[in-house]
């Protein structure tokens, strides 16, 4: 973004369009890029002065005090002084003050005791005193990032930027909507997703129209453009609030593009309170996968896309999972019309306590889970019980009563996953084949040939190996089952003994 006073914008017709630049100012760019190269080891003021020159012979100063504005963020500055300008400054004013100074004569007499004093000489002392101001820093390194043309491309999305600052409402229609959304809600936006006869679009509300217009949202809001413009085909139309009056600003992929930069949909979440619960749900064992910002699902006439979904690793069944944080009545009233609309989903929402609208979400037929500050894991636990539940009886009635493994030796895990179930479907099934030995089914046969293979005395790794021949490495289990323990030597590692 620029700074507002650098705004540039055409009113004609009523409209509000961002006055960008074109190929025929990049000789303008280059000017200033070159006015750059040209000032370094001089102070800001030198530097200042050349653009100030630069600026009466353009046809608009505020086209070259934007791309100024553009270079000077990349570049570096120093103060440079044979001493630091603080204890200069003391010296000097402590060497003053007994007499006073009126003089230029009393003048140098107090620099030239201060350069006593700092073992430095008058001339460096003076020039030391105010090196520190910002107008008398020394440009080191203009560190330009960009060829003309670049940098006409990006004052042009600067430019448009700056002008999304003041929206109250942007309509969005991309080649990548998806894209889009990602960064909407990881910039933390307020926004909705409307079916249109061609397709969708992406309706992002704007700073202007919360309770109080706050900087740091207008800024998320212009930061959005970054992403939308590095989609291959967009067009965007936006009602800004031009000082009590609305007006209409258009832009499209032939206007603004981005110039080597990275997108802001990199960042992950939108939120700490969704990064909180998928680092926490990603740490658990369980049967269900996290997917974040799953498809978008039909609502009417409109479609959401839910924060995550939980995926069931045993069947084709979804859970999606929406944490509704602070937003203003306004939203959430449109978030809850959403929701109804939903068409045959399954849907949990976290919301804030401070929102109070839990019984209109159950209302809505969707399971609401309260929060205040982070999202439970043991409350989105218990919430995934129910559907599992369910999951696991209609699997087990789909299993006969009797499973016959061909292995001699399987595990109930590897058993379960052969028919893409989970072991919960495997209770109260019976093996007539096999022994169920802890977690392992085993056949009678293959027990009783360990029995013979594994003796007292033998040490632990060796009856592991026997073990793993036939197949079984929960050694504990099937140990205690032919009548051995394990007697312990420390680290070293232990030996089979009778119990």
């Not at 003089?103 to 105010?130: P, Q």
């Not at 269900?288 to 910002?293: A, N």
Request: charged share 30%; net charge negative.
């Amino acid at each position: 973004m620029l700074t507002k006073d650098l705004l540039r914008v055409s009113r004609a017709g009523g409209g509000y369009q961002p006055r960008l630049a074109d190929a025929d100012d990049e000789s303008l760019a280059a000017r200033v890029i070159g006015v750059y190269q040209g000032h370094v080891d001089q102070s800001r003021t030198a530097l200042s002065d050349a653009l100030t020159d630069l600026e009466r012979e353009a046809a608009d100063f505020k086209l070259v005090r934007g791309f100024a504005k553009l270079l000077e963020r990349a570049a570096t500055f120093e103060t440079r002084a044979p001493v630091d300008p603080r204890r200069a400054r003391e010296a000097a004013f402590g060497a003053a003050a007994p007499a006073g100074v009126v003089t230029s004569e009393e003048r140098d007499r107090a620099l030239a005791a201060a350069a006593d004093r700092l073992d430095c000489t008058l001339k460096g002392v003076e020039t030391a005193l105010y090196a520190d101001r910002e107008c008398e820093q020394v440009l080191v390194d203009p560190n330009v990032r960009w060829e003309p043309a670049d940098l006409v491309a990006q004052y042009n999305l600067s430019l448009a930027q700056t002008a999304l600052f003041d929206a109250t409402e942007v309509r969005v229609r991309s080649s990548d909507p998806k894209t889009v959304v990602s960064a909407v809600k990881r910039l933390r936006l307020m926004y909705e997703i409307r079916r249109t006869d061609d397709g969708r679009e992406v309706v992002v509300t704007g700073p202007d129209a919360l309770f109080r217009a706050t900087r740091r949202y207008g800024t998320r809001f212009a930061r959005l453009l970054r992403t939308v413009a590095g989609t291959a085909d967009w067009s965007l139309a936006a009602t800004v609030d031009d000082r009590g009056t609305e007006r209409e600003l258009v832009l499209t992929d032939a206007d603004v593009s981005v110039p080597d930069a990275e997108p802001v949909t990199e960042m992950t979440f939108d939120s700490g309170v969704e990064a909180d619960f998928a680092t926490r749900f990603q740490s658990l064992d369980l049967d269900w996968e996290l997917v974040r910002e799953p498809e978008p699902l039909a609502a009417g006439a409109h479609v959401v896309i839910p924060d995550f979904a939980f995926e069931y690793e045993h069947a084709d069944f979804r859970v999606f999972f929406e944490i509704m944080g602070f937003w203003t009545p306004e939203y959430v009233a449109k978030k809850l019309d959403r929701l109804a609309d939903l068409e045959a989903v399954e849907m949990l929402v976290a919301v804030d306590d401070s929102l109070g609208v839990g019984e209109e979400i159950e209302a809505r037929e969707h399971r609401a889970i309260p929060y205040s500050g982070t999202v439970r894991l043991k409350d989105v636990r218990v919430a995934l019980r129910r559907y599992e539940d369910d999951l696991v009886a209609d699997a087990a009635a789909d299993l006969p009563d009797e499973l016959v493994p061909d292995d001699d030796a399987v595990t109930l895990e590897d058993l379960a996953d052969r028919h893409g179930v989970s072991d919960s479907a495997l209770e109260g099934k019976s093996f007539p084949a096999h022994e169920l030995v802890g977690r392992t089914l085993v056949r009678p046969v293959v027990l009783e040939g360990l029995a013979d293979e594994v003796e007292t005395g033998m040490a632990l790794s060796e009856a592991e190996t026997v073990l793993e021949e036939f197949g079984i490495d929960d050694a504990s289990a099937v140990l205690s089952r032919l009548g051995y323990r394990v007697e312990w030597e420390g680290l070293s590692g232990g030996t089979v003994q009778e119990k």
